[in-house]
């Protein structure tokens, strides 16, 4: 078992899990952040896309221990001031799915 901490949304979290556990099911099943998806279980499809230290990376494709110390910014960390981020307004206004 990996002993984990981040900072995800500008909060640290800390928790643990087996070392093989993917940064996106550390995201939903440990942090309770469910706008964060496995959809393709190929890596293509980008539902599982965060930003990790400012950089775009695949969720499904990374180990949450991988991510250790890092900062992580899910799709739920966007809105500012109870105000949707242009992305999740696009999504909402166009019913978008992934």
């Given at each position: 078992m990996a002993k984990i901490t981040m900072t995800v949304n500008g909060r640290q979290v800390s928790g643990t899990c087996d070392d093989r556990t993917l940064l996106v099911h550390f995201i939903r099943e440990n942090l309770g952040l469910t706008g964060t998806h496995v959809a393709c279980d190929t890596t293509q499809c980008g539902a599982c896309v965060v930003h990790m230290d400012g950089q775009s990376v695949k969720s499904c494709s990374i180990l949450a221990a991988?991510?250790?110390?890092?900062?992580?910014?899910?799709?739920?960390?966007?809105?500012?001031?109870?105000?949707?981020?242009?992305?999740?307004?696009?999504?909402?206004?166009?019913?978008?799915?992934?």
């Open positions: 991988q991510a250790a110390g890092s900062s992580v910014t899910t799709i739920e960390g966007l809105a500012s001031n109870g105000e949707l981020h242009p992305v999740q307004a696009a999504f909402k206004t166009h019913h978008g799915l992934q």
